[in-house]
């Protein structure tokens, strides 16, 4: 029986909850035989149609919003495209990441319709601090030990794989990404540290209600595998917890 997803925000206008990685978040035309998709189990378990209004990438975890009227969805879709909402994501990469930076690299959209080189380039912006790093005395490709880093990733744009693809041109891939990583330091942490995933999380959301104008900030905690991550390499200290604000209703 497929376990019921945490909600961690719920009132008469919106849910929202941890997308377990690995999750997509409804059917897509290259995964039309998929059975089990994140639109579909939250309806479910809802009794009730819910409306998309932002997205996550099928390997990344973590905090979703949903509108529960077309309405409110239009509302919080707007606020979305207009910048107007505050991500936060923690990424673990490999090497040691800047201190801070604003990774600005124009990014040609990714929708396996036509050729990438096809598609216009457009701005796209991220916000990145390094908040810990880890050195391990492992040999894991030309260098005799090996260093990873904490990154905290604001985007202020939404396109697609922007923060993977960001990190990664800067030279600090996203460990576990097939796509825009390093094999080698993937296979690493799925064979000797329990992650065989993309190490991205959301983990938090700030933005004004659509519909009584409350500003709510929304926390996730981190799924069981992070977790034990970074409390193996000493970040305990940086684990995200669930911030779930009062709801206008019973429902929360």
Request: proline share 7%.
């Amino acid at each position: 029986m497929t376990q019921p997803l945490p909600i961690l925000y719920h009132d008469e206008h919106l849910v929202a909850v941890h997308k377990p990685a690995g999750l997509l978040v409804h059917r897509t035309a290259l995964a039309r035989g998929e059975r089990h998709v994140l639109l579909q189990a939250l309806r479910d378990q809802l009794g009730r149609r819910v409306y998309p209004v932002h997205r996550l990438d099928r390997p990344t975890s973590g905090l979703m919003v949903f509108a529960l009227s077309p309405e409110t969805a239009t509302r919080l879709a707007d606020a979305f495209e207009q910048r107007r909402v505050e991500k936060r994501y923690l990424a673990v990469v490999r090497g040691v990441g800047p201190d801070a930076a604003r990774l600005d690299y124009a990014l040609r959209e990714e929708d396996g319709r036509r050729p990438k080189a096809e598609m216009p380039a457009m701005a796209a912006i991220t916000q990145v601090r390094r908040l810990d790093s880890v050195e391990l005395p492992v040999q894991v490709d030309r260098y005799p030990r090996a260093r990873y880093s904490l990154m905290e990733a604001r985007p202020l744009t939404g396109r697609r794989h922007q923060i993977r693809r960001h990190l990664s041109r800067r030279g600090y891939p996203i460990i576990g990404d097939a796509k825009h990583g390093k094999g080698n330091h993937n296979r690493f942490f799925a064979e000797h540290l329990d992650c065989a995933r993309l190490l991205l999380a959301a983990v938090g959301l700030t933005f004004d209600h659509p519909v009584d104008g409350r500003r709510l900030a929304l926390g996730c905690a981190l799924d069981a595998p992070m977790t034990a991550l970074f409390q193996r390499f000493g970040w305990a200290g940086h684990l995200p917890a669930n911030h779930r604000p009062n709801a206008t209703s019973a429902l929360a």
